[in-house]
């Protein structure tokens, strides 16, 4: 075994060995509690709009930039994905030819 292989490897032991020592995996319900809050606002001010992001009033606009992380760009991106979401199910495949 080359050494650099043993050194990874140990590495990889030591880590798994005293990496279970770390905090739990546990919810945070704080978080879980304000993201949600976050999302039901978010929906709000877009059914307000009724889709229109050039409808919002400066208000909402400032609302929504702010709750889509204090960023213009992420905030219109958000925006078009909530206005086009991506079709549900994946990528939509053609079926195959049933007129045999």
Request: aromatic letters at 8%; one cysteine or more.
């Amino acid at each position: 075994m080359s050494s650099r292989r043993f050194v990874v490897l140990f590495g990889l032991m030591i880590a798994a060995i005293f990496g279970c020592n770390g905090p739990s995996n546990e919810l945070d319900t704080k978080h879980l509690e304000s993201a949600t809050q976050d999302a039901y606002k978010i929906r709000e001010i877009f059914d307000k709009a009724k889709g229109d992001y050039s409808a919002l009033s400066p208000e909402d606009k400032a609302e929504f930039v702010r709750l889509a992380g204090d960023d213009e760009a992420a905030a219109t991106r958000r925006w078009e994905y909530m206005k086009n979401p991506p079709p549900r199910g994946g990528i939509i495949v053609s079926q195959p030819d049933s007129k045999k």
